[in-house]
């Protein structure tokens, strides 16, 4: 167990529709990190935020948005969905910023969505 | 953007043989991790690496971050058909991680 909690675990919705997916971090860790994996397909970079601040972003679409709240949990929201966002979402948290020293990324288990 | 070339793709072995894969670049790295993802979850921390020329073990796994900090390399000793699964290396400078593509270890028993 990494600490680092997803919910919801599985998701199916309809293309068109808008879903939100939630990260809480390890205890302590201020930085926090979304990812996108795709059937056979390496880890793609969201986007990050540390202590509530976008700190780097990916190739996150526009119809994609995220924040992190003041208590440190992030949401990850997918909206107009296509058939092509169908993928396992990740959330990562570090105490620092990654690729420093301390900054080892802690994954969750993931989200996966299904959009039919 | 930095870029991280992970080999070999994919590795397909017998159980009780060593393994060795590797990411290479033309970037510098401050950091090199590794992680193992089985099917459906998400990627494990293996081993964390801040120091060029370091060599550090984790029971059967031992990864090297590369002296010229542009690579490091993972070995799996005496593999057993847990050790399947795809392992990713990932790269840290400029308080940025970039991950490798990763490695799809099949390990026939």
């Known amino acids: 167990d990494s600490g680092v909690t997803q919910t919801p675990k599985h998701l199916i919705t309809a293309t068109g529709q808008r879903v939100t997916l939630r990260c809480s971090p390890r205890?302590?860790?201020?930085?926090v990190y979304w990812y996108q994996q795709s059937l056979d397909q390496g880890l793609q970079f969201l986007i990050q935020?540390?202590?509530?601040?976008?700190?780097a972003k990916g190739n996150i679409l526009e119809r994609f948005s995220a924040q992190q709240f003041p208590d440190l949990h992030s949401e990850l929201n997918l909206s107009s969905l296509e058939l092509g966002d169908s993928a396992l979402y990740f959330c990562?948290?570090?105490?620092?910023?990654?690729?420093?020293?301390?900054?080892?990324?802690?994954f969750g288990e993931g989200s996966r969505l299904t959009v039919l | 953007g930095q870029q991280l070339n992970q080999s070999p793709q994919s590795m397909f072995i017998q159980e009780g043989e060593d393994v060795s894969m590797n990411c290479t670049s033309s970037?510098?790295?401050?950091?090199w991790l590794w992680y193992k993802q089985d099917p459906g979850e998400g990627p494990v921390l293996l081993i964390a690496?801040?120091?060029?020329?370091e060599l550090t073990s984790n029971g059967r796994l031992t990864a090297q971050f590369g002296i010229t900090r542009k690579d490091s390399f993972l070995n799996i000793s005496a593999s057993i058909p847990s050790d399947v699964g795809i392992y990713f290396c990932?790269?840290?400078?400029?308080?940025?991680?970039?991950f490798g593509k990763g490695t799809l270890l099949t390990v026939n028993p």
């Open positions: 690496l801040y120091k060029a020329g």
């Open positions: 205890s302590g860790d201020l930085s």
């Open positions: 990562a948290s570090s105490r620092g910023l990654a690729g420093a020293g301390g900054g080892e990324l802690f």
């Open positions: 970037s510098i790295f401050n950091t």
């Open positions: 935020y540390y202590n509530g601040e976008e700190r």
């Open positions: 990932a790269g840290g400078s400029n308080y940025k991680l970039t």
